[in-house]
């Protein structure tokens, strides 16, 4: 089955604790996404990664980091700075096309909750 | 102003009508347009990309591009029941390739 992995489902986290949720793909695509949502909003961009050991901030970056060592898995760590981390978080990818990115698909996502 | 905008809603349509959405974006060198549906509690689906002027359509789906205007718009015929969920827009800008987001329109189709 190819597609898009996210784990765990449902997390929770107390105050103060960094959390890791996974990501990962394997439809062969090169980039791949973080997104935020919170309830009745649209998808907020975390960071983003076009190729292996390269990533960048997208508009919320602060008290996340992430990694991609390997193509096909992009984990986004949310640490204890990020004050208000409570959201559903979705991760995408989108294989490259010329020198475009454009179609992209998601995972079923995570439900982060502090408690 | 915002970089990609839609009506929250709820519209409500019913059903076998057609459901109209519209999302207006701000930057006017975008070049690529998505339509997703999300349902309650789920990840986005996409359902329509648009890249050129003009209508393109898939199944129930028609998504109409009109770069001048900076509007790109969902109809969605013989609405069903099913098709209640929020639909969101999406634009690639021409600079980079991040998706910009709209907020969502809701959608209830009503039996």
Redesign the interface.
């Known amino acids: 089955d190819g597609g898009i992995t996210q784990s765990p489902k449902y997390l929770f986290r107390k105050e103060g604790q960094n959390v890791t949720l996974s990501c990962e793909q394997n439809l062969n695509h090169d980039?791949m996404?973080w997104y935020r949502q919170d309830p009745?909003?649209?998808?907020?961009?975390i960071y983003?990664s076009?190729i292996v050991n390269d990533f960048q901030k997208?508009d919320i970056a602060e008290g996340y980091s992430v990694s991609r060592e390997k193509k096909e898995s992009f984990p986004l760590t949310v640490t204890s700075a990020q004050k208000n981390p409570t959201a559903f978080y979705?991760c995408?990818s989108?294989i490259r096309a010329g020198n475009?990115?454009?179609?992209?698909?998601?995972?079923?996502?995570t439900r982060l909750t502090v408690l | 102003q915002k970089e990609v905008e839609q009506n929250s809603g709820p519209l409500s349509v019913p059903e076998g009508a057609i459901a109209s959405l519209n999302c207006t974006y701000s930057d006017r060198v975008s070049q690529s347009f998505f339509w997703y549906r999300q349902y309650s509690g789920k990840s986005p689906e996409l359902i329509m990309s648009i890249y050129s002027n003009g209508d393109k359509e898939d199944g129930r789906f028609t998504a109409q591009l009109n770069k001048a205007s900076q509007y790109v718009s969902l109809l969605i015929r013989d609405s069903q029941p099913s098709d209640s969920a929020t639909y969101l827009c999406a634009v690639i800008k021409a600079a980079g390739n991040k998706l910009t987001f709209g907020g969502g329109t809701r959608v209830l189709v009503k039996p």
């Open positions: 980039a996404y009745g909003q649209g998808l907020r961009l983003y076009q997208g979705l995408a989108s475009s990115y454009n179609e992209q698909f998601f995972g079923p996502g």
